[in-house]
Nanobody
Framework: QVQLVESGGGLVQAGGSLRLSCAASGLTFSYYGMGWFRQAPGKEREFVASISWGGRFKYYADAVKGRFTISRDNAKNTVYLQMNSLKSDDMGVYYC???????????????????WGQGTQVTVSS
Protein backbone atom coordinates (compact mmCIF):
# COMPACT_ATOMS: atom_id res chain seq x y z
CA GLN A 1 0.00 0.00 0.00
CA VAL A 2 1.39 3.37 -1.00
CA GLN A 3 1.91 5.79 1.83
CA LEU A 4 3.01 9.41 1.50
CA VAL A 5 3.78 11.37 4.64
CA GLU A 6 4.38 15.10 4.49
CA SER A 7 6.26 17.10 7.10
CA GLY A 8 7.86 20.49 7.52
CA GLY A 9 4.84 22.73 7.51
CA GLY A 10 4.27 25.38 10.13
CA LEU A 11 3.96 29.07 10.85
CA VAL A 12 6.37 31.46 9.18
CA GLN A 13 6.54 35.20 8.70
CA ALA A 14 6.05 36.69 5.27
CA GLY A 15 9.35 36.62 3.42
CA GLY A 16 10.50 33.57 5.32
CA SER A 17 11.25 30.04 4.17
CA LEU A 18 10.08 26.51 4.82
CA ARG A 19 11.18 23.16 3.50
CA LEU A 20 8.55 20.50 3.08
CA SER A 21 9.40 16.82 2.89
CA CYS A 22 7.38 13.88 1.70
CA ALA A 23 8.48 10.38 2.64
CA ALA A 24 7.13 7.64 0.39
CA SER A 25 6.71 3.94 1.06
CA GLY A 26 4.96 1.02 -0.59
CA LEU A 27 6.14 1.88 -4.09
CA THR A 28 9.27 1.79 -6.19
CA PHE A 29 9.86 5.48 -5.68
CA SER A 30 12.27 6.02 -8.56
CA TYR A 31 9.56 4.84 -10.98
CA TYR A 32 7.13 7.64 -10.20
CA GLY A 33 6.81 11.30 -10.92
CA MET A 34 5.99 13.30 -7.82
CA GLY A 35 4.10 16.50 -7.26
CA TRP A 36 3.11 19.07 -4.70
CA PHE A 37 -0.33 20.62 -4.59
CA ARG A 38 -1.95 23.03 -2.17
CA GLN A 39 -5.40 24.01 -1.07
CA ALA A 40 -6.36 27.22 0.66
CA PRO A 41 -9.61 27.53 2.65
CA GLY A 42 -12.55 27.95 0.32
CA LYS A 43 -10.47 27.36 -2.78
CA GLU A 44 -9.86 24.40 -5.03
CA ARG A 45 -6.71 22.37 -4.86
CA GLU A 46 -4.04 23.76 -7.17
CA PHE A 47 -0.84 22.51 -8.69
CA VAL A 48 2.39 23.83 -7.19
CA ALA A 49 5.30 21.82 -8.61
CA SER A 50 6.21 18.43 -10.02
CA ILE A 51 9.31 16.44 -10.78
CA SER A 52 9.96 13.45 -13.03
CA TRP A 53 11.28 10.18 -11.69
CA GLY A 54 14.95 11.02 -12.26
CA GLY A 55 14.59 14.73 -11.57
CA ARG A 56 15.29 15.76 -15.15
CA PHE A 57 11.93 17.45 -15.68
CA LYS A 58 10.48 19.97 -13.27
CA TYR A 59 7.44 22.18 -13.60
CA TYR A 60 6.18 24.99 -11.44
CA ALA A 61 3.02 26.98 -11.17
CA ASP A 62 3.55 30.55 -12.33
CA ALA A 63 2.72 31.79 -8.84
CA VAL A 64 5.73 30.04 -7.30
CA LYS A 65 8.35 30.19 -10.07
CA GLY A 66 11.60 31.62 -8.82
CA ARG A 67 10.62 31.14 -5.18
CA PHE A 68 9.97 27.40 -4.78
CA THR A 69 12.25 24.52 -5.71
CA ILE A 70 11.22 20.88 -5.97
CA SER A 71 13.80 18.14 -5.60
CA ARG A 72 13.98 14.46 -4.78
CA ASP A 73 16.32 11.93 -3.25
CA ASN A 74 15.51 8.51 -4.66
CA ALA A 75 17.86 6.82 -2.22
CA LYS A 76 15.73 8.18 0.62
CA ASN A 77 12.36 7.82 -1.13
CA THR A 78 11.73 11.48 -0.39
CA VAL A 79 10.63 14.51 -2.35
CA TYR A 80 11.17 18.04 -1.11
CA LEU A 81 9.72 21.48 -1.66
CA GLN A 82 11.92 24.39 -0.68
CA MET A 83 9.76 27.48 -0.30
CA ASN A 84 11.39 30.90 -0.10
CA SER A 85 10.00 34.43 0.03
CA LEU A 86 6.70 33.14 1.33
CA LYS A 87 3.62 35.27 0.93
CA SER A 88 0.17 35.16 2.47
CA ASP A 89 -1.12 33.75 -0.82
CA ASP A 90 1.03 30.67 -0.22
CA MET A 91 -0.98 29.65 2.83
CA GLY A 92 -2.84 26.39 2.75
CA VAL A 93 -2.54 22.66 3.16
CA TYR A 94 0.24 21.24 1.03
CA TYR A 95 -0.17 17.76 -0.37
CA CYS A 96 2.38 15.42 -1.81
CA UNK A 97 1.29 13.10 -4.62
CA UNK A 98 2.69 10.26 -6.71
CA UNK A 99 1.66 9.89 -10.32
CA UNK A 100 0.61 6.72 -12.09
CA UNK A 101 4.19 5.67 -12.80
CA UNK A 102 5.79 4.38 -15.93
CA UNK A 103 6.42 7.72 -17.67
CA UNK A 104 9.46 9.94 -17.37
CA UNK A 105 7.38 13.07 -16.99
CA UNK A 106 6.37 15.70 -14.48
CA UNK A 107 2.58 15.97 -14.67
CA UNK A 108 0.71 19.08 -13.70
CA UNK A 109 -2.83 17.74 -13.78
CA UNK A 110 -3.98 16.39 -10.45
CA UNK A 111 -5.98 13.69 -12.24
CA UNK A 112 -2.71 12.07 -13.29
CA UNK A 113 -1.73 11.43 -9.69
CA UNK A 114 -2.92 8.26 -8.00
CA UNK A 115 -1.65 8.52 -4.46
CA TRP A 116 -1.91 11.42 -2.04
CA GLY A 117 -0.59 12.27 1.38
CA GLN A 118 -2.60 13.69 4.25
CA GLY A 119 -1.15 17.15 3.87
CA THR A 120 0.81 19.59 5.98
CA GLN A 121 -0.37 23.06 6.94
CA VAL A 122 1.57 26.15 5.91
CA THR A 123 0.64 29.42 7.57
CA VAL A 124 2.23 32.74 6.64
CA SER A 125 1.87 35.69 8.98
CA SER A 126 2.14 39.22 7.69
Amino acid sequence: QVQLVESGGGLVQAGGSLRLSCAASGLTFSYYGMGWFRQAPGKEREFVASISWGGRFKYYADAVKGRFTISRDNAKNTVYLQMNSLKSDDMGVYYCAADRGGRNAAPQDGRLFNSWGQGTQVTVSS
